[in-house]
């Protein structure tokens, strides 16, 4: 196998003003549609976290579902679906967190984590970091213990891991 087939970082494909003027979008689909390249994106996400003792994935809408559920199967946790406001057909525990302008609201079902769960946030891409942080929030107001977060890529230039809660690993396999 040459090594451009196994190339993450040219795979990631950047669309300039997407979906508003003055975002550069970090688009992942060709790592997803490429069979050796999903396999290793995988592979490197769940590398760091072997031996970790993790028991619940929590993957973010709605692009961390996809590898969050690879990364649930590899390391034999269960999944759990952290979602936009009003999506979740259970009891839900919320956060709201802001955006650039205004506010965004997540939810997570309130028995979605159970007493003593390990707990993994992931998703594709850390930019400024307020999800990931709101999602934190959520993970800690329902007694999870969380162990780490991960990434397919961080915006390193946004500072977003500065955001994140002290003291728990972040992992990201792309630099950008
Ligand atoms: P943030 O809360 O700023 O860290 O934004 C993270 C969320 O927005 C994640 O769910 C990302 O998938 C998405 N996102 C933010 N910026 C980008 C970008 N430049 N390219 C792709 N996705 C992004």
Redesign the pocket.
């Known amino acids: 196998m040459n090594k451009q087939e196994l190339d993450l970082e040219g795979a990631v494909r950047t669309i300039t003003d997407f979906p508003s003027p003055g975002?550069?979008?970090?688009?992942i689909t060709p790592i997803l549609g490429n069979p050796k390249l999903l396999r290793r994106a995988i592979d490197e996400l769940v590398e760091p976290l072997i031996g970790e003792g993790i028991t619940k994935v929590v993957g973010?809408e709605s692009?961390?579902f996809i590898l969050g559920s690879g990364i649930a199967h590899a390391l034999g946790a269960g999944f759990i679906p952290v979602r936009k406001e009003g999506k979740l057909p259970y009891r839900t525990v919320r956060e709201e967190y802001e955006l650039e302008y205004g506010t965004d609201v997540i939810e997570m079902h309130e028995d979605a984590i159970a007493p003593g769960d390990v707990v993994l946030i992931h998703?594709?891409?850390?930019?400024?970091?307020?999800?990931?942080s709101a999602c934190a929030r959520l993970v800690a107001r329902c007694g999870g213990d969380l162990k780490a977060f991960s990434f397919l890529?961080e915006?390193t230039f946004?500072k977003?891991r500065e955001r994140l809660p002290r003291g728990i690993d972040a992992h990201s396999v792309l630099k950008f």
Do not use: C, M, P, Y
């Not at 998703?123 to 990931?132: C, M, R, Y």
């Open positions: 975002i550069q979008f970090k688009d973010i692009r961390g998703d594709d891409v850390i930019a400024t970091g307020g999800t990931a890529v915006l946004l977003g």
